[in-house]
């Protein structure tokens, strides 16, 4: 048995924010109907296409183990099926422009007067403020949520994340604000909304850069770079790769870095595994000179220190690396490219990355599910194709015969 068993989702939302959530609910096992506009589905299937008149694989990669249904909405019929369909289900999950909804005249109030144990969840782009009824995409969300402003190096310009912290991140939330207000609604019958902002699941993830802000007021940041010698301004600056964790740490060259863009380890010279560190590199001479042998001795130093760490650093390979400092615990890390994230066995072996085979494109790779669960494990199945299962839901769900379904399709109404 899956752990969501049972759970019938109305998926009206798009794009990559509301997949996100409702392909977690999936993955969990609950029944994903997702609604789609006649003829054209969701805007997705047809962006950054690698294949021509293939759903694209930003469309697959958010939409594995759902139902498709294509609903006219803006027809009288389609607006019926869509009240039968809310009736039936546990969860109602969009990610429309602000007010959308109450516009096709399905407010939160008529909603709950169809059916009152249902959950109505949403992602918008900002809450309740002077930017509520703003559009917002990912790169929007990170500017807006405190990542951009605090990411980069200091004498560069503001930098996007290449992790979708935003779209992701949010869905993310709706996710678990869904599975929370089912746990609630056991004990009190009701349905509830559950409204995810953007802006919020942003700054959410950009906490310590709001711890920063807090410490700036009391003194200099003594952990970014900017000390001892830079200057700070009001606001919490950008660090480049510094840790956000309070323990200093760097991105630093490795062999081959002159033609592998990636041939870079992250080092972090955590106080108590330094003297390993040192060590290591063939500077025990540090651990005997008090200008090195102590945390606040090598702080205002952090520079020179990891540019001694990288021409260690560049004799050897990542990897080579790895396997030196991990056994003495020095927290380290490679950078890893997608190639070598796709290609990595252990991935595949846990399900964090899959293939899929799909009818019109063939196989493919995806993430899988990030959450594993000892008794509801995840099979990944393949996105749906446009409108797949229309039929096969409007028979199940609202128990039409064939010939009515039929009468719908010559209305326009699916």
Sequence with gaps: MKALEGVRV???????????????????????????????????????????????????????????????????????IFSELIESCDVLAENFAPGALDRMGFSWQRIQEINPRIIYASVKGFGPGPYQDCKVYENVAQCTGGEASTTGFDDGPPTITGAQIGDSGTGLNMALGIVTALFQREKTGRGQRVECAMQDGVLNLCRVKLRDQQRLSRGPLTEY????????GDATP???????????????????????????????????????????IGREDWLEDPEWNTPKARLPKLGQMFDEIEKWTTTLTKFEIMAI???????????????????????RATGTVVEVDHPARGKYLTVGNPIKLSESATTVTRSPLLGEHTDEILREILGLANDQIAAMRSEGAV
């Design 10 to 80: 109305l998926d009206m939302t798009h794009v990559q924010s509301g997949p996100t959530g409702t392909q977690l609910l999936a993955w969990f096992g609950a029944d994903v109907i997702k609604v789609e506009r006649p003829g054209s589905g969701d805007a997705t299937r047809g962006q950054l296409r690698d294949i021509p008149e293939v759903d694209s694989l930003y469309f697959t990669m958010l939409n594995h183990n759902k139902r498709s249904i294509t609903l006219n909405t803006k027809s009288q019929k389609g607006q019926e």
């Design 225 to 232: 770079p900017q000390y001892p010698n830079g200057e700070f």
């Design 238 to 280: 950008r660090a480049g790769n510094a840790s956000g964790g309070g323990q200093p740490g760097w991105v630093v060259k490795c062999r081959g870095w002159e033609s592998d863009p990636n041939s870079y380890i992250y080092v972090i010279a955590q106080a108590a595994s330094f003297e390993h560190l040192a060590c290591a």
């Design 325 to 347: 400092l991990n056994p003495l615990d020095v927290p380290c890390g490679p950078v890893l490219s997608m190639k070598e994230l796709a290609d990595e066995p252990s991935l």
